[in-house]
C-alpha cells in the first residue's frame, strides 16, 4: 500500500503503517518488554519488544509507538495501559499496527536495568506472522533468546569462528566517531546486506550519506543529509548467526514527531538494528551460534537519546548519540514498584531536574 500523496513532504516516507479498520482486528495472547521512562515533555511507556507463539515463538519489533492510556482501579487494586506500537519485518515498508494491553497483575520479570516482562494481549490483523521481525526461544530464567544475524566480511567471519570472540566497536550509531567510555556488538534482524537500502537500515550507505526528513509546521519539510560509515553491500557478504538473550540488549534511540493537529508519537531509530553495550576493548563469548557476555564487562546507560524530529539537530542527535539534553531518563524499578504503582505515586510531578544522565563521551580528537 502506497502512503497517501502530501505536498508538505520533501519525499516519500520510507515506512507507511495504515489504520486498521475494526473488522480487521484479531485477539492475540502474548508478552510485551517495556520500559518506563521520563522526559523532560512528560512520561512515558517504552514498548522493545513483543513476543507470541504463532507457529513457534515469534518476535515483533515496534518501529513506532504511541503515548500509553493508563487506567487505575478499574477493578478494586487492578490497573491497564493500553498502547498502539507499528511492527514490520526486516525490510518491511508498509508495518502494521497493534493495539496492545498490559494489566498489572501481569508482571512476569523485572529486568536489572529497568525494563520490565509483561503478559499482554493485542489486537491486530490476523494474518500477523508475516509482519514478525524473527524467531525467539524462551528461556528459563523468563526472559527470551532473539535470533538475529552479524553481517561482516569474510574474514572477520573467520576470525570470529576460531577465536570465539564477537568483537565490539567504539563507533556511534553513525559510524563518525569512535565513543570513550562504551562499546556496542552490534546485531541484526536483517538475513543478509544485499541492497543499498539495506545499508541505510543499518545506518551504513555507498556514497556516505543518508537523508531524512523533519516532521513540522513548514509549508514543506527540511531535509536532513546525515553523514554515515562509507559502505558497500559488497564488504558485508558473510552472515553469523547469533542468539542472544534480550537481557543483554541495549534499548534503543527515539525521535518524537509532533505532527501538525494531531497527537505526538516517536519513532525507533534503526529497528533492524540490535546492539550490546560493553566496556572498550571487551568482547561477547561465540560459541554454538550464541552470544553471550560476562556481566562485569556490560555497559548499560539509564537514558536513550529522543531526538525532536521538527529540527534537523534533533533528527542528527539518535545517530550522535552526544545528546544529553534531550533525553529519556529509564526508571530502575525496584522489586516493591511496578510501573503502575510508581505513575500513580508520582503523577503530575517533575521526574527529570534532580537527574543527571551519564553521557556517552567521544574520543578526543587529535
Partial sequence: ????????????????????GIDALKRFDGLVKLRLGHAAFGSMLLPELIFAKLGGWRFYQPSFFGPPILGFNVEPGLHVS??????????????????????????IRRYDDGAQLYRCVFEGPSRLLRYSAGRCSPRADQDFDLFLSH????????????????RSSRW????????????????TSLPSIGSEEDLRRIAMSSNGMI????TSSRPQEATLELTVYRESTTGRTARLRTTVATNLLAPPHLLI????NDQAYYEVVGPEIYRVGVKPGAALAY???TATADPALLKCFDNVVIGDASTLEGLAAPYDEE????????????ADVDLFDFWQANQNSNQVSDRMPEPRIFTAIT
Avoid: W
Fill in 1 to 20: 500500500m502506497r502512503a497517501p500523496y502530501d505536498p508538505r513532504l520533501a519525499g516519500p516516507p520510507t515506512r507507511y503503517a495504515p489504520a486498521l
Fill in 82 to 107: 493500553r498502547f498502539n506500537v507499528d511492527v514490520g519485518g526486516p525490510r518491511a515498508t508498509d508495518p502494521t499496527r497493534l493495539i496492545v494491553e498490559i494489566r498489572s497483575d501481569g508482571l
Fill in 151 to 166: 553481517i561482516t566480511n569474510p574474514a572477520a567471519f573467520a576470525a570470529i569462528r576460531s577465536s570465539g570472540e564477537l
Fill in 172 to 187: 556511534n550509531l553513525r559510524g563518525t566517531r569512535e565513543l570513550a567510555n562504551v562499546a556496542y556488538a552490534y546485531l
Fill in 211 to 214: 537523508r531524512f526528513q523533519t
Fill in 257 to 260: 514527531h509532533r505532527p501538525l
Fill in 287 to 289: 560459541a554454538s551460534a
Fill in 323 to 334: 545528546e544529553t539534553r534531550e533525553v529519556v531518563h529509564i526508571e530502575k524499578l525496584n
